[in-house]
């Protein structure tokens, strides 16, 4: 904001001060008293408030309507007696006062205009700095909506992997075979999720692109896998960003995907692929999954598949809007996810 503007908005000067200001107005008055005496010989004969208005003016836009008011009262007086005829006398004839009533119309608009410019300037900045204080305090509000909710995601995520701990100590109890896997699949799941949530946001807060978020959770599923001799290639297209209502089902059915290339199209292999990339085009966004194992069985159908990884990554994927599909390749097998981007409108999928 310029000083003009500043200067403005900070009149009337001496707000507080009525006193100071009908003191400056009288004193104003009387100064501009002397200069019409100097300037009567070089001023025609009939404008005897020639020089008082701008007097009376200047000190209404300064000091507001009480100094303009004094201004307005002694001004007028001073020309009244002084400088309309017969001089020294304040005459009361019809002439006179057709001038006077003439000068206390031009005065009493000029101070009101001033006045309500005033008071609407008055009352615009007190809502400009009422908007910027409730401006301030939705800012903090959200800051602490954010800062509590990431600080409630590394506890779920906490909270987790306790779930995952109680149910390892668990499966150490076990003998029947099926009862044991089904105990380390859940565990497995738990820890997936639980990562997940602590992997969502930055340490500034931010949510965490969608290819850095899927390079950090296929890299946690290689690792947890123990098959040291697959490798994992990641080629994903930059700048997408998923909320956490869809990033964490779209990593759960990646997470599926991974360990289903490892756990049936390269078991047994001392070595292999798994490729993972995201990309967006066509009005959609799509994530692959493919290996270059054995690929699908025979006749092998996705749709009628009774696994649980199959099930959870159907779900999941009706609850994205997505379609979910695999496909036998040579090698390998591939699974497609295709997120439409329509799904995301309104800022959930930035690209």
């Known amino acids: 904001m310029s000083r003009t503007a500043s200067l403005i908005e900070r009149l009337p000067l001496l707000r507080s001060y009525p006193l100071a200001r009908c003191a400056i107005a009288l004193t104003l008055a009387l100064a501009t008293l002397q200069l019409r005496w100097a300037l009567n010989e070089w001023l025609p004969v009939g404008y005897p408030f020639v020089v008082f208005f701008p007097t009376v003016i200047v000190t209404a836009f300064l000091f507001g309507r009480a100094g303009g008011v004094t201004s307005g009262l002694v001004?007028?007086?001073?020309?009244?007696?002084?400088?309309?005829?017969?001089?020294?006398?304040?005459?009361?004839?019809?002439?006179?006062?057709?001038?006077?009533?003439?000068?206390?119309?031009?005065?009493?608009?000029d101070i009101a205009l001033i006045h309500s410019m005033q008071v609407t300037n008055r009352r615009l900045r007190e809502a400009r700095?009422?908007?910027?204080?409730?401006?301030?305090?939705?800012?903090?509000?959200?800051?602490?909506?954010?800062?509590?909710?990431?600080?409630?995601?590394?506890?779920?995520?906490?909270?987790?992997?306790?779930?995952?701990?109680?149910?390892?100590?668990?499966?150490?109890?076990?003998?029947?075979?099926?009862?044991?896997r089904a105990i380390s699949d859940a565990v497995a799941r738990v820890q997936v999720?639980?990562?997940?949530?602590?992997?969502?946001y930055r340490s500034n807060g931010e949510l965490v692109?969608?290819?850095?978020?899927?390079?950090?959770?296929?890299?946690?599923?290689?690792?947890?896998?123990?098959?040291?001799?697959?490798?994992?290639?990641?080629?994903?297209?930059?700048?997408?960003?998923?909320?956490?209502?869809?990033?964490?089902?779209?990593?759960?059915?990646?997470?599926?995907?991974?360990?289903?290339?490892?756990?049936?199209?390269?078991?047994?292999?001392?070595?292999?692929?798994?490729?993972?990339?995201?990309?967006?085009?066509?009005?959609a966004v799509r994530l692959e999954v493919r290996d270059d194992g054995v690929g699908l069985p025979p006749g092998f159908d996705a749709s009628q598949g009774d696994s649980l990884g199959l099930r959870i990554s159907r779900v999941l994927s009706r609850q994205l809007g997505a379609e979910y599909t695999l496909t036998d390749m040579t090698p390998g097998c591939r699974m497609c996810l295709s997120l439409p981007a329509a799904r995301f409108a309104g800022g959930a999928l930035k690209g």
């Not at 401006?135 to 909270?159: K, T």
């Not at 999720?193 to 969502?200: A, E, F, K, T, V």
């Not at 890299?219 to 990033?247: C, F, K, N």
């Open 209 to 283: 692109p969608l290819d850095d978020f899927i390079r950090e959770v296929g890299e946690q599923i290689m690792r947890s896998s123990g098959a040291p001799g697959v490798a994992l290639r990641i080629e994903a297209a930059t700048g997408l960003v998923l909320p956490p209502d869809a990033a964490v089902p779209m990593a759960l059915i990646l997470a599926e995907a991974i360990a289903n290339a490892l756990e049936h199209g390269l078991a047994g292999r001392e070595a292999g692929v798994v490729t993972v990339s995201l990309e967006q085009g066509d009005g």
């Open 75 to 109: 001004c007028g007086l001073c020309a009244w007696y002084f400088f309309i005829p017969p001089v020294g006398a304040f005459s009361f004839d019809r002439a006179n006062l057709v001038a006077m009533a003439f000068y206390t119309g031009v005065i009493t608009v």
């Open 193 to 200: 999720i639980g990562s997940i949530q602590r992997r969502l």
């Open 129 to 180: 700095e009422e908007g910027r204080l409730h401006a301030e305090q939705s800012d903090r509000l959200a800051e602490r909506s954010e800062l509590l909710f990431q600080e409630l995601q590394h506890r779920v995520g906490n909270n987790l992997q306790m779930v995952a701990a109680v149910l390892s100590l668990q499966l150490r109890g076990l003998d029947e075979p099926r009862a044991r």
